[in-house]
Every structure is written in structure tokens, then in C-alpha cells.
């Protein structure tokens, strides 16, 4: 997954679609000099991942089916999904419930048969 998170964040920025960064948070888990340190402050700043809340951005943790859906949805503006797609994992009003109901009107998810998209938080 760290690897499709670079991708999209190296893509971006070879496009010119990237603004200036703005200031970012400092997250105590993200040192100054690592590889990936420019990239964890620039989706930060530009509102893309706000890291875990506690101060904390986990940068090797794996990341859920739930982040990257909010990643892809935050790029693309936040914009109101179309419908609810009524999948029994994903509860109402959760960070990443607007997420998952866009990324369905959009094709990019469509749960696995029974009602679940099988989105762990």
C-alpha cells in the first residue's frame, strides 16, 4: 500500500497538480530526512491524510481499504456521493462513510456479495 500512496503523491507532483505545500503538521513518528517525509507533509498540508490523531502518522503501518477510498475521495475534492451504497460494515457518520458511498457511486468498490464491502477502520 505504501507503494500505491508514493505512486499517486509522485504522480501528482511530475503533473504540476500539486499547489505549494502549506504548513503541515509534525507528526512525532516522521523524522526529519526520511524518504518519505516530504510527501507524509505535503498530503498533510493539502488535506489528503491527516495521520492517526495522536500525534502520529504510522507511515509503515498497512493501510486500510478505508484510507485509501478517503485518500482517492479527498483528491478528487470531496464531493458528495450519489447514493448510499447500504454495505453492512460501513456504519453512518464515520470518517471514511462518505468515502466509501462515493467511491461505489464511482465504480472503484462494490463490496463482495453479502452486503459487506469488508472496510476495517
Not at 77 to 94: C, I
Request: glycine fraction near 10%; aromatic fraction near 10%.
Amino acid at each position: 500500500m505504501r507503494r500505491i500512496i508514493t505512486s499517486i503523491l509522485c504522480a501528482l507532483l511530475l503533473l504540476g497538480l500539486v499547489a505549494p505545500m502549506a504548513s503541515a503538521t509534525t507528526f512525532d513518528d516522521v523524522p526529519t530526512g526520511e524518504w518519505f517525509t516530504p510527501y507524509v507533509r505535503w498530503a498533510n498540508a493539502n488535506g489528503i491524510m491527516h495521520g492517526k490523531g495522536d500525534g502520529n502518522f504510522s507511515p509503515n503501518a498497512p493501510m486500510t481499504r478505508a484510507q485509501l477510498v478517503t485518500v482517492l475521495w479527498r483528491i478528487d475534492g470531496e464531493p458528495a456521493p450519489a447514493y448510499t451504497a447500504g454495505f453492512s460494515d460501513v456504519a453512518d457518520n464515520q470518517w471514511y462513510t462518505d468515502a466509501v458511498n462515493w467511491a461505489a457511486s464511482r465504480g472503484i468498490v462494490n463490496g463482495v456479495g453479502d452486503g459487506n464491502a469488508l472496510f476495517a477502520k
